[in-house]
């Protein structure tokens, strides 16, 4: 017979078979002793009745073997081991103590570690409902068993972690200094750009000042100023002009600007489309005239709201030119310079940095006086605008002595005082001049323009030594040639 066959009959007799078929009660028990779970061992047997072991809180989880099973058989079948912690454990037994009197034994040795006698523990209870001989009967055994007798504990006591959450945090004074210290060294690297105030940001609940593209918006107009400069020397290729004669049309056009009552604005596009357009196109001089009509119609209708009709421009030029021929100029004018009319205005870079003056009116009506200088004067054609702009509130503040040029000023300007001063010269040798543009020193005598053009004369004949020394390059070079 093959004993591997699993469907044969099974002839192989086992011990513990044979052990039934004898009747050894005694020894089948024995077998199954040891086969019995871990979950029915770590039962426990208290007054006859079987009781599971708890996981958490019971005192058998500390100490382990025979010692842990005495003290499990001491206690009473009614005790409830889930509340049992480790504070109540002392050597000679397990109290049963309720909440309140687990928190004074926790103080009570709190008071032991620092030494001060035990009579000092007796602080009301927490509103428990404990009546005062539960109170007395917790402090008499507090005093029979020493607390120093009492087993070490691994774990913090919850009046201990209170006291801990109640103490107030320590301020983290190295935090602080940390985020300090690194603020002097830049002072002290950096004082010029320290000292440059933000004055965009009290603007910025005003859409109208559009205080958050403002630096973006005049870094665009610097770079645009140097598209639309002229050629500061087309004159040369102007056989019928001179720069004396284009003086006197801008004389001419600065009191036809203020007849109609035109924005500031109007008379720097107009100028600069006047030069703009010669340094193209060679021009006769009969038509000088109506080049600058031209221009100040286009000029008008490009900034203002409501322009002049063209022929109230026809009839301040005397009916030299008739409204065909002002039309018909204005298409030739606007294709030579490619309809291209994006002219960075010096009254925008004048505004900016009147800003920073805190809008001094005084400085600020100075400053449209000096700038329009550079509109008579031909050798300010080689500066930008806002170059010129830069000199003109410079000069302005001297005259009324409104301070140094300060930090802030040249920020917003974008200019220092050394790279004003050759501006800044030119404007003072115009004003110790004589007077060569009547209707231009007319306009600024009044008092609607605070006397600009004598105030300023007046201090330039009183300090221009201090500021010219003779050595500018072509001081009025149409002066010499036809006056």
Known sequence: MNENDENGPSTRVTRAKAALTKGDAPAATAAKKPLQSK?????????????????????????????????????????????????????????????????????????????????????????SGIGSTQKKRTQKSIQEKPLADEPPRKKLDVAEKLAEKAAPAPKPAPVKDEVSVPAEPEIIKKPIEDEVEDLDTEDLDDPLMAAEYVVEIFDYLKDLEMETMPNPQYIDHQPDLEWKMRGILVDWLIEVHTRFRLLPETLFLAVNIIDRFLSAEVVALDRLQLVGVTAMFIASKYEEVLSPHVANFSHVADETFTDKEILDAERHVLATLEYNMSFPNPMNFLRRISKADNYDIQARTLGKYLMEISLLDHRFMSFPQSHVSAAAMYLARLILGRGPWDATLAHYAGYTEDEIEPVFRL?????????????????????????????????????????????????????????
Not at 68 to 93: F, M, R
Not at 106 to 116: E, F, I, S, Y
Not at 447 to 474: C, M, N, P, V
């Open 427 to 483: 404007m003072v040798d115009y004003l110790h001049g004589p007077v060569l543009h009547e209707a231009f020193f007319k306009k600024y005598a009044s008092k609607k323009f605070l006397k600009a053009s004598i105030l300023t004369r007046q201090w330039a004949k009183k300090y221009h030594h201090l500021y010219i020394d003779g050595s500018l390059s072509e001081p009025y070079s149409y002066i010499k040639d036809g006056q």
């Open 39 to 127: 979950k029915a061992a770590t039962t426990t047997t208290v007054n006859g009745t079987q009781r599971r072991r708890a996981a958490l809180g019971d005192v058998s989880n500390v100490t382990k073997g025979e010692a842990g099973e005495v003290k499990e058989a001491k206690k009473p079948a009614a005790t409830k081991v889930g509340l049992t912690s480790k504070a109540t454990i002392q050597p000679g037994g397990v109290q049963k103590l309720s909440r309140s009197n687990t928190s004074r034994t926790t103080l009570g040795a709190k008071d032991a570690n620092t030494k001060k006698p035990q009579t000092e523990v007796k602080r009301p209870g927490s509103g």
